[in-house]
Nanobody, 122 residues
Framework: VQLQASGGGSAQAGDSLRLSCAASGRIYSSHVMGWFRQAPGKEREFVALIRWGAGTTSYANSVKGRFTISRETAKNTVYLQMNSLKPEDTAVYYC????????????????WGQGTQVTVSS
């Protein structure tokens, strides 16, 4: 499976953006898709995940209540709706597929897409 992330851009604090992650190849109901982000000089960190079949989700505390992860099975696409953006949300956002089920650990994910830049100014 290959993943292609898109939808990043520049925004003001308080604005919204929606990221997309399109998958080529078969996605199984047991697959877990995750969004991570990496700010300059920092390690990649977990943002949100969704189990493809059941649609169950989990979020990092830093984005809970502001970001929503969803999937559209007919389009093999995962979305990340980001509301009430803050400057600290500035990062390159990546999507990946977990090889270890319901995990928030970067090392459990693979098939990373190329990332999409999100820049939030105050």
């Amino acid at each position: 499976v290959q993943l292609q992330a898109s939808g990043g851009g520049s925004a003001q604090a308080g604005d919204s953006l929606r990221l997309s992650c399109a998958a080529s190849g078969r996605i199984y109901s047991s697959h877990v898709m995750g969004w991570f982000r990496q700010a300059p000089g920092k390690e990649r960190e977990f943002v949100a995940l969704i189990r493809w079949g059941a649609g169950t989700t989990s979020y990092a505390n830093s984005v809970k209540g502001r970001f929503t992860i969803s999937r559209e099975t007919a389009k093999n696409t995962v979305y990340l709706q980001m509301n009430s953006l803050k400057p600290e949300d500035t990062a390159v956002y990546y999507c990946g597929i977990s090889r270890s089920g319901y995990s928030t650990r970067e090392n459990d994910y693979g098939s990373w897409g190329q990332g999409t830049q999100v820049t939030v100014s105050s």
